[in-house]
């Protein structure tokens, strides 16, 4: 665990954060979906915890470069890589390029997902499809092949995004999405109990609402603005959640010190009220 010493005792709070700060110096993590949002935030947080490393995406290239940009500005070992989860060749390519160019994989975080707002009536299987792909196939894929990398040196922390729309909450329109994110939870477990001899944890963490572009996304200004305070009336916390909120729980299931931690499904949400149910 990293320990940061200086100016600590100047600012209330300091050390706590200081001693909370997960060293991951000499790991190599891979970041599905990171050229923007939670991925994003989870990339930049990783490296500044000192990990190299991948910052996979499909179509904003841009995106990607400029972080890899940012990151290697800071002094961190980053690259890009164009992969779709959902191609199983794909994303098997991806974990061997990613060990050829930082070295043995240690962590991965399947943070690529698809989200498509639907009721029974508005159904549409193609909508289904493209999310199941990405949310379900992709961490499949992803996990499946990274574990054959990790089980060789009997170590590993794979996370997972969920959401707690996969738990049962009662925003409209996302029962479909929901059911992608409750196959993650499952799968996060059952893939924990296969994978636990090998050394390699696998956990995941379910986002509340989380201030990014993909929940501006079909919905307008007006629709935005009063779903988000609606949300924050539903927060314990008082207040929305942040795309860091989510890379700081991320970065501690990923460090070295969350060894005896494994399959879990840990909530981020502020503590949301209006969960359908509450098991």
């Known amino acids: ?37 939670l991925g994003r935030a989870i990339a930049l947080r990783l490296a500044a915890a000192g990990a190299a ?29 164009r992969a779709d989860v959902g191609d199983a060749a794909q994303a098997e390519s991806m974990i061997a390029t990613v060990e050829q160019e930082l070295g043995p994989l240690t962590i991965l975080v399947n943070n690529a997902g698809v989200a498509w707002r639907a009721t029974l009536e508005t159904f549409d ?12 196939d992709g961490l499949i894929h ?15 922390r794979i996370v997972n995004l969920s959401s707690i729309a996969g738990h049962g909450t ?10 992608t994110k409750a196959a993650v939870s499952v799968l996060t477990r059952r893939f924990a109990m296969e994978l636990g001899p090998s050394g390699i944890t696998v956990n995941a963490v379910a986002p509340g609402f989380i201030l ?10 007006e629709e935005y603005e009063q779903t988000v305070g609606r949300m924050r009336e539903l927060c314990m916390a008082g207040r929305t959640g942040t795309p860091e909120d989510i890379a700081n729980a991320v970065a501690f299931l990923s460090a070295p010190e969350a060894g005896f931690i494994t399959a879990q ?14 098991s």
């Open 1 to 37: 665990m990293g320990i940061v010493t200086g100016g600590c005792d100047k600012k209330p709070g300091a050390k706590i954060k200081a001693l909370l700060f997960m060293d991951l110096k000499g790991q190599v993590a891979l970041v599905t979906g990171a050229s923007r949002g």
């Open 125 to 136: 299987i193609e909508g289904m499809e493209r999310m199941r792909r990405t949310n379900v």
């Open 142 to 156: 992803m996990t499946r092949f990274a574990a054959r990398a990790m089980k060789p040196n009997g170590y590993g």
């Open 53 to 81: 490393v991948c910052v996979n995406y499909v179509n904003r290239s841009g995106e990607a470069d400029s972080l890899v940009d940012e990151m290697l500005s800071r002094g961190g070992v980053a690259f890009p890589h």
């Open 212 to 221: 990014t572009d993909m929940v501006k996304e079909g919905r307008t200004p």
């Open 170 to 179: 009662a925003l409209p329109g996302n029962a479909f999405y929901a059911a």
């Open 265 to 278: 499904v840990l909530t981020v949400d502020g503590g949301r009220m209006d969960y359908i149910g509450h």
